[in-house]
Nanobody, 115 residues
């Protein structure tokens, strides 16, 4: 069983920054691909960023150059740094991983971009 707990969301003005955190149980952060998804109201959940077990990162086009995914092995944590946020980034952000054939999700953290 893997437990993922997100935090760090909130209200931010356009152009501002936030750092989302995902605390994971066990050692999944160093051994599996970790992902951040988001889901805006009335829309499907979309993959935002991935960091692989060997450290490679990928981003959806709409956040390239603005968001950064990273991880901290000793703390079993994954982060998503959001810079230059836009109103279109408003969504609930979820941490995700697949471990031993099962998929795990956190409860999500809400990010609202508004002036």
């Amino acid at each position: 069983q893997v437990r993922l707990v997100e935090s760090g969301g909130g209200l931010v003005q356009p152009g501002g920054s936030l750092r989302l955190s995902c605390a994971a149980s066990g050692s999944v952060v160093s051994r599996s691909n970790m992902k951040w998804y988001r889901q805006a109201s009335g829309k499907e959940r979309e993959l935002v960023a991935t960091i692989s077990s060997d450290g490679q990162t990928n981003y959806t086009d709409s956040v390239k150059g603005r968001f950064t995914i990273s991880r901290d092995w000793p703390r079993n944590a994954v982060y998503l740094q959001l810079n230059s946020v836009q109103e279109g980034d408003t969504a609930r952000y979820y941490c995700n991983t697949r471990w031993r054939g099962r998929e795990f999700w956190g409860q999500g953290t809400q990010v609202t971009v508004s002036s």
